[in-house]
């Protein structure tokens, strides 16, 4: 199995999470011009073109992000299937640092392992990953 999936989930998912907060931000703002120029009759055109192209890029960032969020998803479901095929400790180990995004230090302390113990597990543990072969 790639490792590089496994590396990127916990960023990709952060990435997910601050899009969808930008694009909470830009329907807040195009709410409000809809709501200043939406109910006059007499808006100019160019305030319309405005607020037409404004929602046309929110939707686009909309569309960009749900399809990255399905993406990920496929990819935790893969992970998830991988990860089932590796043996305790060494799946909960995987699972608390590149999905859960804690620290080695975290992990021993969780798992009351020594520093250089969990180290060690961690080692194992990405070597069982790379030897899971996908179908």
């Not at 952060?14 to 329907?27: A, L």
């Not at 703002?29 to 100019?44: C, E, F, L, V, W």
């Not at 569309?63 to 969020?69: I, P, R, S």
Request: a negative charge.
């Amino acid at each position: 199995m790639n490792r590089k999936g496994l590396f990127e989930y916990k960023d990709n998912k952060e990435w997910v999470k601050n899009r969808k907060s930008k694009i909470e931000e830009e329907y807040e703002s195009i709410q409000k011009m809809i709501a200043t120029y939406g109910d006059n009759p007499r808006g100019s055109s160019a305030v319309q073109d405005r607020l037409a192209e404004n929602l046309a890029i929110l939707l686009d960032k909309k569309k960009e992000t749900l399809d990255f969020a399905i993406k990920l998803e496929q990819d935790l479901i893969d992970i998830d299937h991988a990860l089932l095929k590796i043996n305790q400790p060494y799946r909960n180990i995987l699972t608390d640092v590149y999905i859960d995004g804690k620290t080695l230090v975290e992990v021993a302390n969780d798992r009351h392992y020594s520093y250089v113990q969990i180290c060690r597990k961690h080692g194992e543990a990405l070597k069982l990953y790379d030897d899971i072969e996908c179908y």
